[in-house]
């Protein structure tokens, strides 16, 4: 088969990275997308670096043996713990790997603090931290660690009670006056987007990576010479360690939302 309809692999913790394959199917309505999400072993941002290691590893091998041209991990947690491994042991293909968007949060230039919503994994590994330091300067940086969005998310609570009473709680822990705008720094998060707006006031920009992580893809593949050439609808295919069929239909219901 051509490299260039191969399909393209996804990967996250569990749900959270339709997030990204919604904006990147927007982008490249003609590429076939596989996406595995390791539901079973969510959260992953309580776990080692080793054991998200591990797991990330496992879950690019089976997108390898799916048949895939490139590979995105479409997970914060992981591409913190494993991206520089992963492309040192994986050389012939490329790997796309996802942050917090700081930089267009900064440029906004708004009054009160940058707040960055992201597992406690994510804040505290190196990557992060480069990040922070690159904008501390320019902005009010506060970190905000989501211990349990994750969980509740997975549950399919993307908007109502219990996860407007979560951030509402959340929210007080950041001291630092005004918030100025905030950064979705987990790509499970841009699913509770809505009830962020709710909590917070539709006038707090609430930015995420996943629009810069596509036309991030696209431009690797171009450089690559991986695009598809072929211009009908692609297909998307989505697995899962869970094995429910509850799992698979949240699936497709927060791709389309
Ligand atoms: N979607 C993952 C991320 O972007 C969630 C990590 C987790 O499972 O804790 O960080």
Redesign the pocket.
């Known amino acids: 088969m051509d490299k260039k309809s191969l399909s393209i692999g996804f990967f996250?913790?569990?749900v959270?990275?339709l997030s990204v394959l919604r904006e990147t199917i927007k982008l490249m309505p003609n590429e076939n997308y596989i996406y595995f999400g390791d539901s079973k072993n969510?959260?992953?941002?309580?776990k080692t670096v080793e054991e998200v290691q591990k797991l990330t590893f496992n879950a690019v091998e089976f997108l390898l043996s799916e048949g895939v041209k490139a590979i995105v991990i479409?997970?914060?947690?992981?591409?913190?713990a494993a991206i520089e491994e992963l492309r040192s042991f994986y050389k012939d293909i490329p790997i796309i790997g996802?942050e917090p968007a700081l930089k267009p949060a900064v440029e906004l230039n708004r009054e009160g603090a940058v707040v960055i919503m992201?597992?406690s994994?994510?804040l505290a590994e190196k990557k992060f931290n480069a990040l922070q330091e690159k904008y501390k300067e320019e902005a009010n940086i506060a970190p905000l660690p989501c211990g349990g969005l994750?969980e509740l998310i997975e549950g399919g609570n993307v908007e109502g009670e219990p996860v407007e009473n979560y951030l509402r709680e959340k929210f007080k822990e950041v001291k630092s006056h005004r918030v100025g705008a905030v950064v979705l720094?987990?790509?499970?998060?841009p699913f509770v987007k809505g009830a962020i707006s709710k909590v917070l006031g539709e006038d707090i920009p609430v930015i995420d990576g996943s629009d810069g992580t596509s036309r991030h893809l696209k431009k690797v593949l171009e450089d690559n010479n991986l695009l598809n050439p072929h211009g009908s609808k692609g297909t998307v295919s989505i697995y899962n360690s869970l094995d429910s069929e509850a799992i698979i239909s949240l699936s497709y219901k927060l791709l389309n939302l």
């Not at 969510?42 to 309580?46: D, E, L, M």
């Not at 720094?185 to 998060?189: D, I, K, N």
């Open positions: 996250d913790s569990g959270g990275g969510a959260p992953y941002g309580v479409a997970c914060n947690t992981a591409t913190s996802i992201a597992t994994m994510t994750v720094g987990c790509t499970h998060y």
